[in-house]
């Protein structure tokens, strides 16, 4: 087996080097001589225990032989009891990955990669083969439900060989205060069909003693004020930062630039950007900050969202994430009897509670949570006439 460390540079990271590296964390897909699948809320992808992976597939297994026409490698390791996570991917593009980090070090800089390999032996698919090329993605949680994108980092194509050969792909992110946890998601970045098929394995996360980044505590708000949306954002510090580029979508996926402003190039003081978009779409607008550096690398803030009418009232949930317990503040127009739900990532209620409301500031904590799994789940209060009081996504830990 041949195995390659050379790291794939993405898009949006710099040529910077991780020192006094600490693992924090490793997955790994254990081991074992048997095909397995994976805790469930992990994929969207089917499970299947056979040697042929049709599109949208995958297995953990202790070799990478999906289909006949494949490689049949060991884990990158190279331990023939090692298991990775046999993919074929589906035809649409999009998430086919996610897990939660706990347990990080707030104020600090961390490296994340992984290993990828091209399933297909050199030739499947002739000139025409997709070649797998993937996007991860990491998150910190806030208290509100909603998420920070703290980095972002596209492959390169990912090359069939004539050998098994494992590709080191990987970024960097610094975690901001206050947060101890991340989500991250690896996505499918080409489209199903022929040749776009994979094995990842050893997914990492690894504190680092000191590491540089170009822009760093880029954070976007909107506020929604007089029809029009307020979009500010900041930087903590900039370096060889070119240019912001604001984006807007009615629908998440697809997004049009709307306004463009100039970096500080280099500083180490906070800056701050701010537009105005007189015409949002009526019933949502997605909006995001595209961040290029001088040397053409580029990343993404997290996104922001304005809809009207889908919430009422004002609340607060706390703390997320939660370990055995939370409380939810909520402010009602009226007395009536709310309905508490947690549901988890599979759309199943693993807790259900009545709540009487009194017309004003009402408090409840939602108790006896140390049996649930670790994981995403999402709380929501609905009252007397249907209407949603409160939604959030929390995390478990």
């Given at each position: ?13 710099t040529a910077q080097t991780c020192t006094g590296e600490i693992i924090k ?283 009207a009418g889908n919430v009422k009232g004002s609340y607060a949930i706390s ?79």
């Amino acid at each position: 087996m041949s195995l390659a460390l050379g790291l794939v540079i993405a898009k949006n990271t710099t040529a910077q080097t991780c020192t006094g590296e600490i693992i924090k964390f490793n997955e790994n897909f254990d081991t074992g001589t048997t095909n397995a699948a994976l805790p469930t809320g992990r994929t969207t992808y089917s499970y299947n225990s056979t040697t042929v992976l049709a599109d949208g597939d995958y297995k953990l297994s202790n070799s990478s032989k999906g289909r006949t026409e494949w490689h049949g490698s060991a884990d990158h390791t190279g331990n023939t009891n090692g298991r990775m996570m046999v993919i074929n991917a589906s035809y649409t593009v999009g998430e086919f990955y996610r897990d939660t980090v706990v347990g990080l070090t707030p104020n600090a800089s961390f490296s994340v990669f992984l290993y990828v390999m091209n399933a297909n032996t050199l030739g499947t698919c002739g000139s025409g083969a997709i070649l797998p090329k993937l996007q991860f993605i990491v998150e910190s949680y806030n208290n509100d439900g909603s998420f920070t994108q703290l980095t972002t980092f596209t492959s390169s194509s990912i090359p069939q060989s004539q050998n098994p050969t494992w590709i080191k792909v990987g970024g960097y992110f610094n975690l901001p205060a206050g947060v101890t946890a991340v989500r991250y998601k690896i996505l499918n970045n080409a489209p199903g069909g022929c040749g776009n098929d994979l094995a990842i394995d050893d997914i990492t996360f690894a504190q680092c003693a000191s590491l540089a980044l170009p822009v760093t505590g880029m954070r976007l708000k909107a506020q929604l004020h007089n029809g029009t949306a307020l979009l500010s954002w900041s930087t903590v510090q900039e370096f060889n930062s070119e240019k912001f580029i604001l984006e807007r979508s009615n629908d998440g996926k697809n997004w049009e630039a709307i306004n463009s402003q100039a970096a500080a190039g280099n500083s180490q003081s906070t800056k701050s950007y701010q537009f105005i978009d007189n015409k949002p779409f009526k019933d949502a607008s997605f909006y995001r900050i595209l961040q290029i550096d001088i040397d053409g690398k580029f990343t993404y803030s997290n996104i922001e969202i304005i809809k009207a009418g889908n919430v009422k009232g004002s609340y607060a949930i706390s703390p997320n994430p939660f370990q055995n317990q939370f409380s939810i503040q909520l402010s009602s127009d009226k007395e009536q009897t709310a309905v508490v739900k947690l549901v988890d990532m599979n759309g199943k209620t693993v807790k259900y509670t009545n709540w009487t409301l009194n017309k004003g500031l009402n408090n409840t904590q939602i108790q006896s949570l140390q049996s649930l799994n670790n994981g995403i789940y999402m709380v929501e209060v609905t009252g007397t006439d249907g209407s949603i009081l409160a939604r959030t996504k929390m995390v478990k830990l």
